[in-house]
């Protein structure tokens, strides 16, 4: 198994379990994504003492709220690695209680688990191109999205 990238790392979460599942097979490199350095370090920590794999393990630190932070975290993987062969967009955010913007004003839950992703995935698209056997994007999500469309004319919920 060839490089992988897992989005939304957090100990009790289903990035970490993917994660775990997937050092079984020894993958290249398997960079954990997110916003939160301890996180990462609490999963790396969880697979080495769980087993003998001798997998490359590299953390990336990715606010998907900051399309600033997305740009830093998309050129360190260009920097980390030319390939990628799958790319699981995991992290997500859902039900905050209150109105709230990411720095660029976009409404949060939007901003986080759409055009993050689509712009992380968009910026390392040259890796995932190089993958020889045609590299695998799996975006994970809820049932949330049955509930309602999205509006595209109101993304920020400024007409209700």
Same mark, same amino acid.
């Given at each position: ?22 050092? /079984?097979?020894?993958?290249k ?13 609490? *999963? ?13 393990? /590299? ?12 740009? /830093?975290?998309?050129?360190?993987v260009?920097?980390m ?8 967009? %995991? ?19 939007? &901003?986080i %688990?759409?055009? &993050?992703?689509?712009?992380?995935? %968009?910026?390392i ?23 309602? &469309? *999205? %509006? ?9």
């Open positions: 198994m060839r490089p992988v990238i897992i989005t939304g790392i957090s100990p009790d979460g289903l990035g970490a379990d993917a994660a775990r599942a997937i050092s /079984k097979h020894d993958p490199l398997l960079i954990l994504a997110s916003r939160s350095e301890s996180s990462i370090s609490e *999963v790396i920590a969880a697979i080495r003492a769980s087993s003998s794999s001798t997998t490359n393990i /590299k953390p990336l630190l990715l606010d998907l709220s900051s399309q600033d932070s997305v740009r /830093k975290a998309a050129a360190q260009l920097d690695t030319s390939v990628v062969d799958v790319l699981i967009n %995991n992290a997500g955010v859902m039900m905050t209680p209150e109105f709230k913007a990411t720095p660029e004003g976009v409404e949060w839950h939007f &901003g %688990n759409h055009l &993050g992703h689509f712009l992380f995935t %968009n910026l698209i040259p890796t995932l191109l190089k993958a020889p056997i045609g590299a695998r994007i799996v975006n994970v999500s809820s049932n949330a999205h049955r509930a309602t &469309g *999205v %509006n595209f004319e109101d993304v920020n919920f400024q007409v209700c």
